[in-house]
């Protein structure tokens, strides 16, 4: 990937597609396509032909995708297959009609195997059953995964993928609907500081096990693999440590300053128990997070909340 190749990130407005473009920029690239949703509808085949006609990128990052918390994925179940197999299925097949140099497809920890022995290591994919909660988007992330390694064999193509931990950074979704659970407590414990509540409510049971991981270190990840790794293995993206939801619910109490109680709703599902990445094999490539938990959740804490 030359500073001058032509780059289409698709999601450059999300969380991870704004962290890849910051990071690209910070390193000197400078020819990027960029299209919000409101100018071009990534569910729509022949809006997105036209476009790759007319761009013909030669590098795609497809960070574009319908994501969202657990309570998101359970909810909005058909939205989350269908949106995400027909992102994937336009961006993909035309990156190949157009002849993309090379692609990377993010997919998602979720996707692998509810019960899957720990740390899970990237051949653990589609050894066992999903966790119900999330299993339209992670049967879409497998078709993505599938997709990339299909065509790499029938077609020749460069098509990668990335499987991310649990992420967290700038441009976070903070609805506390549909959001995941490291924003949420943050904007339950900042906003429970500010009315002086005297409780805030966390769901599940507290027991279940998650790692996390700074956007901007996945980004830097991301592009060391786009310069790096040609394979059909979809490689995990973590940091090799976890927390219990509890002990975070705990570090974000006391990042945020919150002096109440912590109220645990069981009536919440927990979801998957645990989903530790074996990230031996990025680590073999050359490449290790660099942002800290506590770290990383006190500059966005900072950034998102204090400076307004
Ligand atoms: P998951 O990793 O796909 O299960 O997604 P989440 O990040 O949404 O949830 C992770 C865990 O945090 C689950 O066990 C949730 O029940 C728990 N959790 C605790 N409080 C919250 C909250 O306020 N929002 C969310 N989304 N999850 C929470």
């Not at 019960?115 to 050894?127: A, G, N």
Request: glycine residues 6%; contains cysteine.
């Amino acid at each position: 990937m030359k500073l001058s190749s032509k780059i289409y990130i698709a999601g450059h407005n999300g969380m991870v597609g704004s962290a890849v473009l910051r990071y690209l920029k910070q390193k000197g690239y400078t020819n990027f396509i960029l299209k919000d949703s409101k100018e071009l509808d990534l569910t729509d085949q022949l809006k997105v032909a036209s476009f790759f006609e007319k761009e013909k990128p030669d590098y795609v990052f497809l960070a574009a995708a319908k994501v969202g918390g657990i309570e998101a994925n359970n909810t909005f179940r058909a939205q989350f297959l269908y949106e995400n197999l027909m992102i994937q299925n336009n961006v993909i097949h035309q990156s190949y009609l157009q002849k993309v140099k090379k692609l990377l497809f993010f997919a998602s920890s979720c996707i692998y195997p509810k019960f899957s022995p720990q740390p899970i290591k990237e051949d653990y994919l589609l050894t066992g059953l999903l966790e119900p909660t999330n299993e339209p988007y992670a049967i879409a992330k497998i078709a993505g995964v599938k997709m990339c390694e299909s065509y790499n064999k029938q077609y020749g193509c460069d098509f990668i993928s990335v499987m991310p931990t649990n992420l967290y950074g700038p441009n976070d979704n903070y609805d506390l609907k549909t959001s995941h659970v490291l924003p949420a407590l943050l904007r339950k414990f900042h906003e429970a500081k500010l009315q002086s509540s005297p409780s805030v409510e966390v769901w599940g049971t507290g027991m279940p096990k998650r790692e996390f991981l700074h956007v901007d270190d996945l980004a830097e990840a991301s592009v060391h693999l786009m310069k790096n790794y040609t394979g059909n293995v979809s490689v995990n993206v973590g940091t090799g440590e976890d927390i219990s939801i509890k002990n975070l619910a705990e570090l974000i109490k006391s990042i945020v300053g919150f002096k109440g109680e912590i109220v645990w709703n069981d009536s919440k599902p927990d979801g998957t128990p645990r989903k530790l990445l074996d990230v031996s094999l990025i680590q073999s490539l050359g490449w290790k997070h660099k942002i800290e938990l506590e770290d990383g959740i006190k500059a966005v804490y900072k950034n998102e909340f204090l400076e307004q």
